[in-house]
Structures are given as structure tokens and as C-alpha cells.
């Protein structure tokens, strides 16, 4: 059974700094992985999918990487601005036909103004 | 851009009553997903379909039942309702590759 996990589960941050967050799967047969930004109470927005033969991918101010074989992602966040305050969540499909999504318990960001 | 629609947004019950949840499908996306999360919760998948055939089933009670219609909307039926049952459910759709949330629908069940 796949599982999801992210470390760290809360990180506080000034403005401005670069951050890392972390996300481990335990089954490397994925189909995708992607990261998703939820404010509280909110929907989850999708920030950036990598499908399981790429390595990364780049959206303005976030970069997210991908190793299939460790089990691994992660995603950077430059210049960190307070709007960027929320909680990030990583999910994988399965190399399946139903691909659906097996979410992480997500990084809660707090960047001080 | 349209996005994943879902309503009602807000859903107020009581135990013991049903509920019906709705989706409707960004255009021409073919498979929709349930996620529900509970309070301080990862969302949980519940069941998908596909071209209005059901293609997986995960964490879904025996109490819910779903279906995808013809214009690939699809309805979330919850009956026997329960405390635990509060939390916020969200749909997703995708064709291909990259899957895309609804706002949710946040059932609180009294």
C-alpha cells in the first residue's frame, strides 16, 4: 500500500528566505506526483505535476524535483513571500488505470512578514 | 479558465439524514474523483470514475453511493449520516495527466 510522508509537518520562515519541502512515497511505481497548495478551510490548487519519466518541473518562484527510484520529491520555494503562507500537500497516482491520488499530510508554511 | 465546480459549498445535517453532493467537471475532462478530509486530515480518495463507468474505489462507506451522468457530472449520495462523517469533500477531474480540485463542499453534520 503506498504511503505518503512530508517532512517538515510545520516550517516558519522570515521573508524572503529560499525553502525546501520534502515528500516521500514508498512505492516507486507512480504514475504522477503533484504538489498542491491549500489555504485553510480551502480547495487544494495545483501547483506543478510531474509525470513519473521527468525529473522536474518549474513554475515562476517554485521548482519541483523528482526521484522516482529513492522514493523522493521535493519542492523549492524562492524568495519566500508571505503569501505564500499555507499548507503544501504532495500526491502520487498509482501506475494504474483508476489514478487516484494517495495524498501526503502536508508542510504547514508560515513566511513572517 | 473554468474550474471544477461543486456545490452546495456549505452543507448543514443532521444525524441520521442524507445528503447529496455535486460535481461538474471541467469540459471535456472524463474522469472525476471524491477525496473527502476530516479535520486536520489528508484528503482520503472515496471512489472515481471513468466515462461514466466507476474505475476505482477506495475509502468509501457502504452508507455512500456515487455516480458520473451523461454529462459527466457527478453526485455524491450520503445517507444514515454521521457525526464523523463532517469534513470537507472535494472533487476532482482530469483527462490525461494533471487532476484539478473543486473548492469542496464542507458537510457538517449535527
Known amino acids: 500500500k503506498q504511503e505518503v510522508t512530508q517532512i517538515p509537518a510545520a516550517l516558519s520562515v522570515p521573508e524572503g528566505e529560499n525553502l525546501v519541502l520534502n515528500c516521500s512515497f514508498t512505492d516507486s511505481a507512480i504514475y504522477n506526483l503533484q504538489w498542491f497548495r491549500q489555504d485553510p478551510g480551502k480547495g487544494l490548487t495545483s501547483l506543478l505535476l510531474i509525470q513519473s519519466s521527468q525529473r522536474e518541473q518549474t513554475s515562476g518562484r517554485l521548482n519541483a524535483s523528482l526521484d522516482k527510484s529513492s522514493g523522493r520529491s521535493t519542492l523549492y520555494i524562492a524568495a519566500s513571500q508571505p503569501g505564500d503562507s499555507a499548507t503544501y500537500l504532495c500526491?502520487?497516482?498509482?501506475?494504474?488505470?483508476?489514478?487516484?491520488?494517495?495524498f501526503g499530510p502536508g508542510t504547514r508554511l508560515s513566511v513572517l512578514p | 479558465a473554468a474550474g471544477v465546480i461543486q456545490s452546495p459549498r456549505h452543507l448543514i445535517k443532521e444525524k441520521r439524514e442524507t445528503a447529496t453532493l455535486k460535481c461538474y467537471p471541467i469540459?471535456?475532462?472524463?474522469?472525476v474523483y471524491w477525496y473527502q478530509q476530516g479535520p486536520g486530515q489528508d484528503p482520503q480518495f472515496l471512489i472515481s470514475f471513468y466515462e461514466k463507468m466507476q474505475s476505482d474505489k477506495g475509502s468509501i462507506p457502504d452508507r455512500f453511493s456515487a455516480q458520473q451522468f451523461s454529462d459527466y457530472h457527478s453526485e455524491l449520495n450520503m445517507s444514515s449520516l454521521e457525526l464523523g462523517d463532517s469534513a470537507l469533500y472535494f472533487c476532482a477531474s482530469n483527462r490525461g495527466t494533471e487532476a484539478f480540485f473543486g473548492q469542496g463542499t464542507r458537510l457538517t453534520v449535527v
Open positions: 469540459p471535456r475532462h472524463d474522469t
Open positions: 500526491a502520487v497516482t498509482a501506475d494504474n488505470y483508476g489514478q487516484n491520488f494517495v
